[in-house]
């Protein structure tokens, strides 16, 4: 039995916090595989206890368990196209590709020349990533070495916040956040950032992350495509991959001159 059905078939047998953590669940189930439990307590008005009752409940063993179980599940049932021929091949690259086409109309030419002139002049260069953004931060981490380019990709907030106190005028910090969930910090550490002189750069795709890009001298959002499908389980990762091309295209093209 599925994670829905299971949710459907226990709801009657669950406390009203638990059945509150449930109903938000049923309905935004893309949520639960990209929120912490913290997350889905706080917007299901229920609590971390109830939830893991709850998953307890279910069957499983913890949080962890049910959310991997709702992750296979909803990644084996991806919907076919409308027409209902199409197969999960067609499906998916199809769907990758209308997201991917849409990154021209986010992106504006200016803000990508100024932040490859940073790269290319930065005394130092951080890149800041948590969880699955620091894939992407890793992936221009490597991408800039093959150019010759030196920089430090880094996954932790405690080495965060020690950078934050030794980058200055002259160094730049580039931040991968898909909606700003990674840290609480991250508005904390930019002003520290920004205080000092540093060079600060948000990539992310969430428009309403005022807390943090307020301190930034670059913030560019890209589309996306894990909250706009919301019955398929998409990975945003694509879509920073694409842009971090793009941007290194824009760099290469500058040390040529």
Known sequence: ??????????????????????DYIRDNPMKLVRFTLTDIA??????????????????????????????KYLLSNIPSAENG????????????????SQIPNFI?????????????NANYITLWGVNRTYLAANQLFNRLM????????????VQMSDYSD????????????????????????????????CTTVLITMSPNLKAISKNTDITIVLPYIGQAQTQNFYDDQAIFLIFIEILLCEVARLSQK
Do not use: H, V
């Open 42 to 71: 706080k917007f299901s008005g229920s609590s971390n206890a109830a939830i893991i009752r709850l998953c307890k409940k279910l069957g499983y063993d913890g949080f962890s368990e049910f959310k991997f179980s709702m992750s």
């Open 166 to 197: 030794i980058l200055k005028q002259g160094d730049l910090c580039i931040l991968f956040s898909i909606a700003g969930k990674g840290s609480r910090l991250y508005p904390e550490l930019l002003q520290r950032l920004k205080e000092r002189g």
């Open 108 to 120: 504006n030419k200016i803000d990508i020349q100024n932040l490859a002139d940073f790269i290319q």
């Open 146 to 157: 093959r150019l010759g380019i030196p920089s430090n990709a880094i996954s932790d907030i």
């Open 85 to 100: 021929n199409t197969d999960s091949i067609t499906e998916i690259t199809n769907n990758y590709i209308k997201f991917i």
């Open 1 to 22: 039995m599925n994670p829905i059905e299971l949710l459907d078939q226990y709801r009657p047998k669950m406390t009203k916090s638990e059945r509150l953590a449930a």
